[in-house]
């Protein structure tokens, strides 16, 4: 009996996956459970298990192509060949399959937000000659495919950047944006020319997806930044009181995990955080799902702890130590990945004084800590002021102003400023 295997929900929000590898082929037995194909969207990369023992009747995908969640992409028929002694991967002592189907039209290597960006500017995929890996489009092709071709500049049709522009209006072309490695009206990015003990480093998945992530973010939220300076005398005492217990339980209690759970009390009293940009609305999210970045050998990934506002400080440092092991043995889920409604980022020991990070799509903040330094300070004692010296942090919140006033986002801030420093925390 042949069972279809189609490409399964990946994660929320995720519609397509692209066939990276094929771990095996047709003709191979297969146990069940055992990986068939490494696929990768947006978020993550993750391997596709059979669902049945048997033998690979049909490969009906090729390596590279971007195939929509429950299409069919192999063929398993059941419980054939299982007396077998099969290694996973190798082929078995079977009769060989039949010819594989003629190839398919080319189908463009694109990720979700490569295709948006294509529909944005009615660029046809097909078109586009792809500069990324294996020949995949880029949001850069996209963006060079949808400059209208212009022939180059006559002494009567050079003039100023304003009168370009109107020439690019009156073509029904509207904003043509700056495009990256290219250049923007008369400036042009020069040529890299390669000098001895250059090193050219290319992308990997994990860094391209980081980039074009983070160019969107710019480009679409209007991003401010403010800062707030916090003095963590007290929550340092209690950090330090309790530390080596939970080091005994095989945890580390870390400033982070007081940040993470002041963050999810300050957004339960100030919803405009944990919100959402739509086309033409824009959502108050009910759960608060805390994503924190943390590093992994393919790149800064942010996992995300989900309902923090309900675990306390001792739930918060159980999901972050366990995300974090995850995350650096190459571990993590598409599912760990999926559904922040906020993030908090945590640039380690050596972080400098503050910093203003992009947001991460599709939230509208993110909270950065800063390094924490001792400096002098002044407090009162029987209603003297006197100097003292304590650690503090500054943190800085970028918000989008698109749907975030500055009241609000100074309410939250202050908010998670007076929640550490009172450090009225159940450990």
Do not use: C
């Not at 090193?199 to 930044?225: E, N």
């Not at 006197?386 to 500054?394: E, L, N, T």
């Amino acid at each position: 009996m042949l069972i279809d295997v189609a490409l399964p929900q990946l994660g929320e929000s995720i519609a397509e996956g692209t066939l990276s590898k094929w771990l095996v082929r047709e003709g191979d037995v297969v146990r069940k459970e055992q990986a068939l194909a490494s696929i990768g969207t947006d978020k993550a990369d993750s391997d596709l298990p059979s669902p049945v023992a048997g033998r690979v009747a049909k490969l009906l995908a090729k390596e590279g192509d971007v195939v929509p969640v429950k299409t069919v992409i192999a063929q398993i028929e059941e419980g054939a060949g299982a007396t077998f002694s099969a290694t996973p991967g190798a082929p078995a002592s079977v009769p060989p399959a039949a010819p594989a189907p003629p190839p398919a039209p080319r189908v463009p290597i694109a990720t979700p937000a490569v295709r948006k960006a294509a529909l944005e500017h009615d660029v046809d995929l097909q078109r586009v000659q792809g500069t990324g890996e294996r020949g995949r489009v880029t949001t850069d092709d996209v963006l060079r495919a949808s400059v209208p071709s212009t022939p180059a500049p006559t002494p009567a049709s050079t003039s100023t950047p304003a009168s370009q522009l109107a020439q690019l209006v009156n073509q029904g072309g509207g904003f043509v944006p700056p495009i990256p490695g290219v250049g923007y009206g008369t400036f042009k990015v020069p040529p890299y020319r390669p000098v001895e003990g250059d090193r050219v480093v290319p992308f990997t998945r994990r860094r391209r997806i980081t980039a074009d992530h983070m160019t969107y973010s710019k480009v679409v939220s209007p991003h401010v930044v403010t800062v707030a300076e916090v003095d963590l005398h007290r929550a340092s005492k209690l950090r330090d009181a309790h530390k080596e217990r939970y080091k005994a339980e095989g945890m580390s209690l870390t400033m982070l995990a007081f940040v993470v759970a002041a963050t999810a009390h300050a957004l339960r009293e100030n919803l405009a955080l944990n919100a959402r940009v739509l086309d033409d609305a824009f959502v108050v999210l009910r759960d608060i799902n805390l994503g924190v970045a943390v590093d992994s050998p393919d790149g800064l990934v942010v996992p995300v702890v989900r309902r923090a506002d309900e675990l306390g400080v001792r739930g918060i440092v159980r999901a972050v130590d366990d995300l974090a092991k995850r995350a650096r043995a190459g571990k993590i889920t598409i599912d760990d990945l999926s559904g922040a409604s906020f993030s908090v980022s945590n640039p380690g020991l050596k972080g400098n004084l503050f910093g203003g990070a992009i947001i991460n799509q599709p939230n509208v903040g993110i909270l950065r800590m800063g390094e924490i330094q001792k400096r002098v300070v002044v407090e009162s004692r029987d209603g003297e002021d006197q100097m003292a010296i304590h650690p503090v942090m500054y943190m800085a919140l970028s918000y989008d102003h698109r749907v975030v006033d500055g009241v609000a986002a100074n309410s939250f801030l202050w908010r998670v400023t007076e929640i550490l420093e009172k450090a009225e925390f159940e450990v």
